[in-house]
């Protein structure tokens, strides 16, 4: 495929894996974009998050489609339902959280392109296009790929210096 063919998705196309307790979809990585951005869907149980981190190589943007989610980012936050938007920039320390009356469903674009392969390293393909039957995190792995993927994964303390 080349950077002149087009990406024709119908809703609930595209490459489904099992990601951290979410359902991630790409809908377009670095192999169709030339390497210029990631198109995911997701969707995340109520009370979900990462751990805060900072990304080194890619910025990211989330567009909330439905449910409620709370953003925290270099001291700045907050909470949106359907419409709102976060762009968190690369090297700031960030977070967020699925609402309590979750789940919720996010747009995530992440530019340049290879949050697809970090998906694809620490997560599973989906048997499903459903949620994954919640397991914990395997952490000292969940550490080594991100920082495979150049990203760090901060001390719990940090939360509060990102909200």
């Not at 990406?7 to 991630?24: I, K, R, V």
């Not at 953003?71 to 960030?94: E, M, N, Q, R, V």
């Not at 150049?150 to 940090?158: G, K, Q, R, S, V």
């Amino acid at each position: 495929m080349s950077l002149q063919d087009p990406t024709l998705l119908a809703p609930g196309d595209g490459e489904h894996s099992w990601f951290l307790n979410n359902l991630f979809t790409l809908k377009a990585g670095g192999e169709t974009t030339g390497g210029l951005i990631t198109v995911m869907e997701f969707t995340g149980p109520a009370g979900w998050g990462p751990p805060p981190h900072v990304h080194h190589v890619e910025d990211e943007m989330f567009y909330v489609v439905e449910g409620e989610i709370s953003f925290w980012c270099d001291g700045k936050s907050a909470t949106y339902g359907p419409g709102g938007f976060a762009w968190l920039p690369k090297k700031l320390p960030h977070r967020f959280e699925i609402g309590a009356d979750g789940p919720a469903r996010v747009l995530q674009l992440t530019t340049p392109a290879q949050f697809e392969h970090f998906v694809r390293a620490l997560g599973e393909p989906a048997t499903e296009a459903r949620l994954p039957e919640p397991t914990e995190p395997d952490v000292e792995r969940l550490v080594r790929v991100c920082a495979e993927f150049n990203i760090d994964i901060l001390a719990p303390e940090h939360v509060e210096a990102t909200r």
